[in-house]
């Protein structure tokens, strides 16, 4: 009896990390099958050689995992680009090398991926079982269909930076030409291609967000030798301030595309300052709230750094058509913005603080 075409497959983009994706596999590869196969792309790695050679020999013997060793790394956007060109699937799941799919939530909601090929993009929910780091990254969606619309871009763009439980319809990114898109970007759009993605797919197609979970996170921080980690109390890399401004004006230009796919190439100003302020938010908390400690523990002045990026966010778009139409409204807007996170600068300044008391004390605030 002939097996139907496979809809979904697991694609794992890893770097150094074998020994980590060794180890899970032992927890789910039995429950790998023909429906839901798995695609693990390896970006040239250096270390844990040994792991990945054996992961290869797993693969050589079992028709649902396939491993790709590229010759040369292609950088986080390279590896995301290869999934798509190498999955055979109409929906790709997105696993960081650190965690574990859900295999459950995949064989629950098979049917529904089968009837449901006009969704463009699904964010799923994340858990973990431990008290680590990888706390940070865990995330609950609501359950909820968007279609295309500046709301949904926004709601895509603000909502989480983590690429484990993105759910990516291949064949309607590649028809609509977003995956064009961002092979033609990838320069600008290399720190968070999958966010790049999910604002895409909310502009051109219908989304969805869902409570169920597809992905369990596990540590970060396992590898010690992984030169491409990052303690969140450094300052250098991809979160040093430097950097979030880099990566606040790919969000920026995203965002104008978005605009102009909603509205047949035309730019609907007042659309566009709306979802801005969303984005203007989100790196606000990240600088804020999220890479404060680095930040202090480097001998930068968390206000003046909430001041300046406020400057920041104004002069991004100063430039831009219709800007005079919506200029006080954004600039007042933005003040606004800077006070309530100056005022949660002004409680927060302890590097000592740790998640438990940010949750507590500050999250809150921020949901409300």
Known sequence: MAVDKPIITICIPTYNRGDIILKNMEQYVHLLNEKWPLLILDNASHRTKSEYQKIAAIAEHNPNITYVRKPVNTEFIGNIISAFELAKTTFLLFVSDEDIPNIEYIANNYDFFKSNIDIGCIRTSTHCNTDGDEKLNAYICDDEELSPSIQAIAKFAVNGNYLSGSIYNKDLVTSSGIFQALKDNKRSQGAYPHMYLNMKCAAKHKTRTTSETSVFLGPANTAEYDDGLQDVSGYFGAYAFGSRLDQFISFRDALLECTKDLGNNNFDPAAFYVAYLDIVTKFMQLITLTDYVGYLRHGLALNSLTQSFCHFAISAVRHFPMYEQIETALIDDIKKIEQHF???????????????????????KIVA
């Open 342 to 364: 100056l005022d949660w600068s002004d409680e927060i300044c302890n590097p000592l603080l740790h998640h438990e008391y940010y949750k507590q004390n500050f999250l809150p």
